[in-house]
Structures are given as C-alpha cells and as structure tokens.
C-alpha cells in the first residue's frame, strides 16, 4: 500500500518562528510537491522537486524554502512564519513518467499565531 | 499557461438524487484530467482520471466523467448519491507534454454535500 506520510497533523506557532514540516514517502517517487489549500482557492503549488537536491519554485514560493537530501524526504521550511501562512499543507509525491499521478499525504494543519 | 475552473463552491443534494459537478480547463496543449476527492480531514485521493482513448472514464464507487475536448469540460456524474459521498471534489488538468514534471494545476473545489 503506498504511502505518504507528514510529521504533524496539526501544529501551533507563534509569529516570527522558524518551521519545519516533513513529508516522507515510500514509493520511490522521484517527484515530490508541497501544497497549501485554502478555502475557495483549491490547492496552490509552494515548491516541487524532481530528484534529489533539486528543487523548482511553484506558484506561491514567497516565504517558503524547501530542502531534498534524500529521495523519500521532502522538507517545507518557514524561515519566519507569519500569521498569513496559517493554512492547510499537503505534501504530494509522483512518478517522473506519465500519467504522472500524485499520492498525498493527510496534511498539516498550521496555525501561526 | 493552462487553468481549471470548477463552476459550482458548493452543491448541496438529497441522497439517491443524481449529481454533477462541473469542470472547465483552458489549456494550449494537450492534456491529463483528474478528479480528486478529499473527505474531512483527510488527504486528497485520486477518483478517476482521462488519458487518452475512451472519454468516458469511470470510477469504483459509481462516478464517471467525461472528456468533451470541443467544450473543454471534464464534468463529473453520479447518477444516486450516499451521504457517505459528502466530501470536497477537486478538479485537475496537467500538460501532457513537453517537461511538465508532473505538474498539476487544481480547481478552487466543490463541496458535494449529500443530506438524508
């Protein structure tokens, strides 16, 4: 059964504070993505990557940083959280071959307050 | 540049009544059509998806969608809803050439709500 998985289901930060939301899959994907969804504006791309140490901005990179040591991690990194990056985040992983489906994880729920 | 726009926030149904959810994309190129589905608080989950061949694609719990490449749409039906159906539906195109890297771009969602 694939699987992936994210570290915290919800999570609480203050303002100002650095966070660190993991996502690890155990497929072998070489693409991974993160996600964050937010009522009335669907899933919106942060950062994706596809392999190792390789990543690519998606739509909404601002404020966010991510890192890819190895092939099943894939890190989403708030250098300094503000209050409008409280949100639903999904991490995803794929294929690098069509139809490229993606898996997802249950999501982080983040508060920043 | 490729777009997904799903015409409906919410649809609230009756169960056993049949349900539409409508999908419309914009895109240059060719491409792959998804529906997700998200019950609460969990994660998204692949529903169906259109690749190529038949436009009529079909899902396990008694979905479909069809492909119609002149309108641009990829609607999804039921045609007898349960309450257990209640969830968030996403809608989701990806270019199926050139180095997409898999990328997809989503709908803004519909909330099937289903009531007894």
């Known amino acids: 059964d694939v699987k992936v998985t994210q570290s915290s289901r919800y999570l609480v930060k203050r303002t100002g504070e650095k966070v660190f939301l993991e996502c690890v899959q155990d497929?072998?994907?070489?693409?991974m993505f993160w996600y964050r969804q937010d009522p009335g504006l669907g899933l919106r791309l942060i950062y994706f990557?596809?392999?190792?140490?390789?990543?690519e901005k998606g739509d909404i990179p601002e404020g966010y940083s991510v890192s890819r040591e190895k092939k099943e991690r894939f890190s989403l990194i708030l250098e300094s959280a503000s209050t409008n990056q409280t949100s639903m985040y999904l991490c995803?992983?794929?294929?690098?071959?069509?139809?490229?489906?993606?898996?997802f994880g249950p999501g982080t729920r983040l508060t920043v307050t | 540049a490729q777009s997904v726009t799903q015409l409906d926030s919410q649809v609230p149904v009756f169960e056993e009544a049949p349900v539409e959810l409508r999908c419309n994309y914009s895109?240059?190129?060719?491409?792959?059509l998804f529906w997700y589905v998200q019950y609460p608080n969990q994660g998204l989950q692949l529903l169906l998806k259109?690749?190529?061949?038949?436009?009529l694609v079909e899902s396990i719990n008694g979905f479909e969608a069809e492909f119609n490449k002149s309108q641009t749409s990829f609607h999804l039906r039921k045609p007898s809803v349960h309450i257990s159906d209640t969830a968030e539906y996403f809608c989701?195109?990806?270019?199926?050439?050139?180095?997409?890297?898999?990328?997809?771009?989503f709908g803004q969602g519909t909330i099937l709500t289903v009531h007894p």
């Open positions: 995803a992983s794929s294929t690098h071959v069509p139809p490229y489906e993606q898996y």
């Open positions: 497929m072998d994907h070489e693409n």
């Open positions: 990557s596809y392999d190792v140490k390789m990543k």
């Open positions: 895109s240059s190129v060719s491409v792959y």
């Open positions: 259109y690749l190529s061949g038949s436009t």
């Open positions: 989701a195109v990806l270019n199926a050439g050139g180095t997409s890297y898999g990328k997809l771009t």
